[in-house]
């Protein structure tokens, strides 16, 4: 039976892994290569590494970090960060990457989804969408209500876009998607849990993975994220990098709950 | 040890050279019938489509240089699809090694998700590839077609039905799965087809 994924997240500052909480504040959390292998060596089924240095000289440092990563890590990774076009996609696939993750790019054109499932195929092409409930009255057990207005925003969840939640993530799967990633920004940082109703509604709708994505504080947020929010991977950050939640713990954990994880 | 890894229009082939440097050892990635010939392993990587890489390799003679290597050749994804006799991707006549015909994943309920992406088990392994195996291991998988279980079967997974993700014949031996990807697991199944 295929097995529901835990992916650690490293947010990559000039070569060194940061988290944010709520996409601000951002605190040191080691070297990426060294963090990565460790991940690894516990157990993490996928890493993601993104990358949120703006400029053209961050751009370089990272390309080189990805191909550092290929050489030492020995389970699937996705890049992340600043993907615009389709020759970024090239250039982090020729450097070892095994997926890419775009996000406000495909929000200003989707055509460039299309274009990385043409070019490279559509396991390669994850789509991140970060989107946030607007209605801060309709929350139903301290979860945004899913009929709710979920808007999705661009530029690390800086800027609100037209699109909305469900509709762009049903163009994404149409479009040649092989991944979503979801980040609910009413739940990232706040570690109440997953937004497992969205999650539900995504994952039983699309045809392709569905990744979770804000708001692991616990190991029962995982569990119920893979039990009731029916996600096929849930992604954390700070969680594991503080070592709050030791991944074989969370998996032996899971595997006593009833999901199916790689042990 | 010589490695040559074959060079052709498929994707993922720097991991699979990155993976075997991992094992200490220095392969030669290239499509140089001499070089290939020579080597003491060959492997058959990539991920991909079944009938432009077909094409390619018909174009740049692989296809008969491949099917007439007598040392232990390891096909990995796409390449263990080519080994086969036909695939159902664009209706693609491959290289015949294997007399098995690729099917494409055809989902029987919604959690049936294609491709199959992530990690699953292969159990009922036999053969030195796996020599070691005491349960059944985790490996990564990343496909939409599979090759139904047959005679050449030397691991079985199970994802919509079971199928072969693995599979042996002469000096031919190819995984469904990467290896490369698959953590020391799949460190111990490449280093187990260097001892073969």
């Known amino acids: ?263 | 040890m010589e490695v040559a890894i074959i060079k052709y229009n498929a994707g993922n082939i720097g991991s699979v050279e990155n993976a075997v440097k991992r094992l200490g050892l220095e392969p030669i990635v290239t499509d140089n019938p001499e070089i290939i010939q020579k080597a003491d392993r060959v492997i058959f990587p990539g991920q991909g489509e079944a009938h432009s890489t077909m094409e390619y390799l018909k174009a740049h003679k692989l296809d008969e240089l491949i099917v007439n290597l007598k040392q232990p050749v390891l096909g990995i994804c796409i390449g263990m699809q080519l080994l086969c006799r036909h695939s159902e991707e664009y209706n693609t006549d491959c290289l015949g090694v294997f007399d098995v015909d690729v099917k494409r994943f055809i989902p029987q309920k919604h959690e049936d998700k294609v491709p199959q992406m992530g990690w699953n088990t292969i159990e009922d392994t036999k053969s030195s590839l796996f020599k070691g195996f005491e349960k059944p291991e985790f490996v990564y998988f990343i496909h939409s077609f599979y090759a139904p279980l047959s005679e050449f079967t030397i691991a079985t997974t199970n994802y919509i039905q079971p199928y072969s993700s693995a599979l042996h014949k002469d000096n031919f031996y190819a995984t469904q799965f990467h290896p490369e990807k698959s953590g020391v697991v799949g460190e111990r199944i490449i280093k187990n087809f260097f001892e073969i």
Not at chain 1, 24 to 50: F, H, M, T, W
Not at chain 1, 81 to 92: A, F, K, Q
Not at chain 1, 119 to 141: H, M, P, R, W
Not at chain 1, 208 to 221: D, N, Q
């Open chain 1, 1 to 263: 039976m295929l097995a529901k994924r835990i992916i650690p997240c490293l947010d990559i500052k000039d070569g060194q892994t940061v988290k944010g909480t709520n996409f601000v504040n951002l605190r040191q959390a080691g070297d990426p290569i060294e963090l990565g292998k460790a991940y690894s060596i516990q157990g993490a089924d996928e890493l993601v590494y993104l990358d949120i240095t703006a400029s053209h000289e961050g751009r370089k440092t990272f390309t080189e970090l990805v191909k550092r990563i290929a050489q030492e890590i020995n389970i699937p990774f996705t890049v992340g960060g600043g993907i615009n076009e389709l020759s970024d996609v090239d250039r982090l696939l020729n450097a070892g990457a095994d997926k890419v993750s775009i996000n406000s790019a495909a929000l200003r054109r989707p055509e460039l989804i299309d274009e990385i499932a043409r070019n490279f195929g559509s396991q390669v092409c994850v789509v991140a969408i970060d989107a946030k409930c607007e209605d801060n009255t309709l929350y139903e057990n301290g979860d945004p209500r899913i009929d709710g207005n979920w808007v999705c925003y661009v530029n690390g969840g800086r800027v609100p876009t037209e699109r909305k939640l469900f509709d762009w993530a049903k163009e994404v799967n149409e479009r040649g998607a092989g991944e979503i990633l979801f980040t609910s920004m009413n739940h990232d940082g706040v570690k109440n849990g997953f937004a497992d109703a969205a999650l539900r509604k995504l994952a039983d709708s699309l045809t392709i993975p569905i990744i979770a994505s804000g708001g692991a504080g616990t190991k029962e947020h995982f569990r119920d994220t893979f039990l009731n929010g029916h996600s096929d991977a849930a992604l954390a950050a700070s969680v594991f990098h503080f070592g709050e939640i030791p991944i074989p713990e969370l998996k032996q954990y899971l595997t006593a709950e009833g999901v199916n994880v790689r042990l």
